[in-house]
Nanobody, 122 residues
Framework: HVQLVESGGGSVQVGGSLTLSCVAS????????MGWFRQIPDREREGVAT????????YYADSVKGRFTISRDNAKNTVFLQMNQLQPNDTAMYYC????????????????WGQGTQVTVS
């Protein structure tokens, strides 16, 4: 069983940057596809970025391509989301998630979730 704890959220001005971290415990993240999702009230959870096991292949939603970077440090059991050029429509609760198998961007495919960290851009 994997526990995920996000941190790094906060309030930032338009055009600013934040780096989110997700520390895992209970298992090594090297065995998992890791993803970042975001959600605003009354909307479905949206896949932002994923990073696969092995090759570390990445996926980004079109809305964040060129601005966000997902990375993983397996030795530290941590996944990061570097967010640059933040815009008001990036405001959301950001969640880290882990999936035992191949990466998808479907939230229901992921097995473990963190509690989320709020990002507010204004």
């Amino acid at each position: 069983h994997v526990q995920l704890v996000e941190s790094g959220g906060g309030s930032v001005q338009v055009g600013g940057s934040l780096t989110l971290s997700c520390v895992a415990s209970g298992d090594t993240i090297g065995r998992y596809c890791m993803g970042w999702f975001r959600q605003i009230p009354d909307r479905e959870r949206e896949g932002v970025a994923t990073i696969s096991t092995g090759s570390g292949r990445t996926y980004y939603a079109d809305s964040v391509k060129g601005r966000f970077t997902i990375s993983r440090d397996n030795a530290k059991n941590t996944v990061f989301l570097q967010m640059n050029q933040l815009q008001p429509n990036d405001t959301a609760m950001y969640y880290c998630a882990a999936r035992r198998w191949q990466c998808t961007v479907v939230p229901s495919d992921f097995d473990y979730w963190g509690q989320g960290t709020q990002v507010t851009v204004s």
